[in-house]
């Protein structure tokens, strides 16, 4: 009977060891603290959060009603609001950024693909149908929609993978330029000004210009001023240049204002009621029409018909030669020959001058191939049919150029485009590129650069947007005043930012994203190291394979990992998470504020823990190993408390041992227990408690049955708290980086029941590293919670 009640006291001992165990504080939640009340002031023991969420975790940011921050790094700012991509952002009312470095600003904007930015009410960034992933796109204005990489810049524009820049502005592909409101381009086509449209390889430019043949090309607004008629092209490989030019014919060319061209395969530089000098070069068969060498010919062997071969140059005083050169020749049918060697070797062909050579049917020729002259002093002509001079071919040019207007000149012929300036001319050399800007320059194949002295080149694809941006590798992207993508693939989004390497993404000014496949996110973030990711404010990641995770946080060993607000890992694999913990031995862990873990494989865990010894471990507030190979459990003024004391009695064998401690708190083993003989000596000494009175034993008894009920309850209370421990969840490992893992137990334990349920979220970076959380249930007031990390190297 004393035994048992000695087992009950020992067991009501070990449950109330584990109660406060279980009831330890929670760690703090990151979301901002709302005047609900509305007296002006944050005041946390009035107000709340207006159930904002960031799962209490360090390296998010809740703020708003009802906002969520549900991945690392993840940025909800409003009403409802949700950022669920890693290291995304969400700001607006019911704004949404659902993947990896995703932005959305604005009423209801969405961000559905990785790296999107979507700006605006109700602006969207989506996957597109041809990737299961999507490239990043950019969206800006009201319903905005931008995919596969596409940039949409104006309310209700629309890119499916390529530029849209104007209210309702469509680009149906990845290849295709749309600029200015409501204009559309279709595949590999460009599209600039108010209500012009282009079909597939197609370019149009100027108000309400239409390019409807395939490659086919329109240059000029309306007609006269009031004219209804639009500049357009709507035959295969066409083009129209000149405000209210139409070529409606295969391969046919328009020049001029109103000019019509519509007869395939001809040039046109007016219509039936308008003539001009230049008109349609093909056989003549029309009084407007152009005449024909055959026609020249004709008209040439009319005029000389009555002249006779002179026998002697004396009896042709007006005819002279002059010459010690060969005989002309003229070899070919009805050709002719004049001057020194001169030779008309094809049918109908003269040949004119010393040396000059006619070898094409129907050609008139002045000299050969290393030989060319000029015809001088030719009078402007005056009929359909005569020849033109210089002068009178300049001034063609420039009436028939009249009517376009230079963009931001105030000009018709396109009012919402505009560029102010007097520089350098933008120049567009790769393979269907676009420039727009003074000094811009596409040299790269499907390359775009906007923006003053904006370069793209190196690689197909390469897109550079805003004041000396630059992009140079295939697939590179630069987005920002002074940002700088040089490398395949590589993103620079943000005023200054610079990516330079292949696979290297830098978001956020002056962010540096330096090594092959690095990641910097946030105002002067660094990622040098290859493969390494820096998020957060002057965040550093210069060791290879690195991940730094907070402001001014240092990661600059290789496979170092350090999370929280100025937490540093400077050696190699070390891991340091809290505010300003620091691993800077090799193999370290520093977890909790101001945590510190100096030597090689030394571990602190809880504030201001220091491991400063190899192979030793801190663990608690404030505890210090003193050795190498030591374990330190809590520091000073605290205490150590075993959970099932009545277990570890039970186990024990042999001969017991006193446990002794010295002035330094290190554990050792003292002498031994008494023996036997003494204990029967000191159970003599006992035999005065036989004179207790009746009375005094009695009171005594019920003072022991209280003691039983109480027993019996902590009995009870153990038993579901070792139910709650067993029951203890541990998720698996996730598989990938980002995803999250999760589990839950039942167990029972001597009648009673204890339920589970953990999770566990892997950090996205290239070095494994999970946090863990978990909570179990046994009755009562037995819960239990914890978290926690999880990683391997």
């Known amino acids: ?335 002719v020959a004049l001057g020194g060697n001169a030779q008309a070797q094809a049918a109908g062909s003269v040949a004119l001058g010393s040396g000059s050579s006619a070898d094409r049917t129907n050609s008139v020729s002045v000299g050969h191939a290393g030989l060319q002259r000029q015809i001088v002093n030719v009078a402007a002509g005056s009929q359909e049919s005569d020849a033109v001079n210089l002068g009178q071919m300049n001034s063609a040019i420039a009436t028939a150029i009249a009517g376009i207007e230079p963009v931001g000149d105030g000009g018709s012929a396109n009012p919402y485009l505009a560029v102010n300036s007097s520089g350098t001319i933008a120049a567009a050399g790769g393979e269907d590129a676009i420039a727009l800007g003074v000094q811009s320059s596409a040299s790269a194949a499907q390359g775009i650069a906007i923006g003053k002295d904006s370069s793209a080149s190196g690689g197909a694809g390469a897109m550079a947007l805003g004041l000396a941006s630059s992009a140079v590798g295939v697939g590179a992207a630069s987005v920002g005043s002074g940002s700088s993508a040089s490398g395949d693939s590589a993103l620079a989004l943000g005023s200054g930012s610079a990516a330079s390497a292949n696979y290297a993404s830098a978001i956020g000014r002056d962010a540096r994203a330096q090594g092959d496949g690095s990641t910097a996110t946030g105002y002067r973030a660094g990622a040098t190291g290859g493969y390494s990711s820096a998020t957060g404010f002057n965040a550093q990641a210069s060791g290879s394979q690195s991940g730094a995770v907070g402001a001014l946080s240092v990661a600059s060993g290789t496979g170092a990992m350090a999370v929280g607000v100025r937490s540093a890992s400077t050696s190699s694999y070390a891991s340091s998470v809290g505010y300003r913990a620091t691993a800077s031995g090799g193999r370290t862990t520093a977890i909790g504020v101001l945590a510190a873990a100096s030597a090689t494989a030394a571990t602190a865990i809880g504030g201001e823990a220091v491991a400063g010894h190899t192979y030793a471990t801190a663990i608690g507030y404030g505890a210090k190993t003193t050795a190498s190979n030591q374990l330190a459990l809590g520091g000073a003024n605290s ?97 990938g980086p980002g995803r999250t893992s999760y589990a839950s137990n039942v167990a029972m334990f001597r009648g009673e029941v204890g339920v589970s349920a953990g999770l566990m979220h892997r950090i996205d970076g290239d070095t494994p590293f999970a946090l863990t959380a978990g909570a179990s249930y046994g009755g009562g007031s037995n819960t239990a919670v914890r978290a926690g990390i999880a990683g391997e190297f």
């Open 1 to 335: 009977m004393k035994t048992d009640r000695n087992d009950r006291a020992r067991l009501a001992a070990g449950a109330a060891v584990m109660l406060a165990a279980m009831n330890a504080a929670p760690a703090l939640a990151r979301d901002c603290l709302l005047d609900t009340n509305n007296d002006g002031v944050a005041t946390a023991s009035t107000d709340t959060d207006g159930g904002a969420e960031s799962a209490n975790q360090p390296d998010r940011l809740a703020c708003g009603p009802y906002t969520n921050a549900a991945a690392s790094g993840a940025v909800s700012v409003g009403v409802s609001s949700s950022a669920s991509g890693a290291y995304s952002m969400a700001a607006g009312y019911l704004a949404a950024a659902y993947q990896r470095d995703a932005i959305a600003l604005g009423n209801q904007a969405e961000g559905s693909s990785q790296q999107a930015v979507a700006i605006g009410a109700y602006a969207t960034v989506q996957t597109g149908a041809i990737s299961s992933t999507g490239y990043a796109g950019v969206a800006v204005g009201y319903s905005a929609y931008a995919e596969n990489g596409g940039v949409a810049m104006g309310k209700d524009s629309d890119a499916r993978g390529g530029v849209a820049l104007g209210r309702v502005s469509f680009a149906s592909d990845e290849t295709g330029a749309a600029l200015g409101v409501s204009s559309v381009a279709g595949s590999g086509s460009v599209a600039a000004g108010h209500g012009a449209s282009a079909a597939n390889r197609g370019v149009a430019v100027g108000q309400a210009a239409t390019a409807g043949g395939v490659g086919s090309t329109a240059l000029g607004s309306y007609g006269a001023y009031g004219s209804t008629q639009k500049t357009s092209a709507s035959a295969t490989n066409a083009t129209a240049l000149g405000a209210g030019s139409v070529a409606k014919a295969e391969n046919a060319v328009a020049l001029g204002a109103n000019s019509l061209a519509d007869v395939a395969g001809t040039v046109s530089v007016g219509s039936e009621t308008i003539k001009r000098r230049m008109v349609n070069l093909a056989d003549g068969t029309g009084a407007s029409d152009a005449a024909t060498v055959g026609q020249m010919n004709t008209a040439i062997a009319s005029a000389v018909a009555g002249i006779e071969p002179a026998p002697a140059p004396a009896e042709m005083p007006h005819l002279a030669v002059n010459s010690s050169l060969a005989d002309a020749g003229a070899a070919g049918s009805e050709s």
């Open 639 to 735: 205490s150590v408390r075993i959970g099932d004391i009545g277990a570890s009695t039970a186990a024990q064998d042999g001969q017991l041992y006193a446990v002794t401690v010295d002035a330094n708190g290190t554990l050792g083993r003292g002498s031994a227990l008494a023996s036997a003989q003494q204990l029967a000596s000191l159970g003599m000494s006992l035999q005065a408690v036989a004179a207790v009175s009746h009375e005094q034993f009695a009171q005594l008894e019920g003072q022991v049955d209280q003691l039983f009920d109480i027993a019996a309850q902590g009995r009870r209370e153990m038993r579901r708290g070792i139910a709650a421990t067993a029951a203890m969840a541990d998720p698996h490992f996730p598989s």
